[in-house]
């Protein structure tokens, strides 16, 4: 279920179902989709990232320190999911060479 957000704050929604339909001569392999998809995650993850840095700040400004803490450690973990995804993308784009495995 898509979840929105008000503006200002985040310009996408978060509709699970990235299906999108395209004629069949555009037809995407699933790796290229997930090449898609890890660039889009990676983005998004960073625009979150970036957004809890942004509003620590403000917290700090309001004397709310343990919040901006909290908002700090968030844009890290978050950081780390980013890691994880960016270290998946070489996985799907074989390097010269190297065959792709079909399975």
């Known amino acids: ?6 503006k200002g704050q985040h310009d996408h929604d978060h509709d699970q179902n990235d299906d999108h339909s395209h004629p069949p001569s ?3 392999s699933f790796e290229d989709k997930m090449v898609k998809l890890l ?3 990676i983005q998004h993850n ?3 990232a970036n957004n809890y840095r942004d ?3 403000r917290a700090t ?10 908002l700090e450690e ?3 973990l978050t950081d780390r999911i980013t890691e994880t995804l960016t270290a998946a ?9 190297r065959q792709s495995k079909s399975g």
């Open 1 to 6: 279920m898509p979840h929105h957000h008000h």
């Open 26 to 28: 555009t037809e995407l």
């Open 39 to 41: 660039a889009h995650w």
């Open 46 to 48: 960073d625009d979150h």
């Open 55 to 57: 509003w620590a700040n």
């Open 61 to 70: 400004e309001k004397g709310l320190a343990p919040i901006a803490e909290m």
């Open 74 to 76: 968030a844009a890290r």
């Open 89 to 97: 993308d070489p996985l799907l784009r074989p390097t010269s060479g």
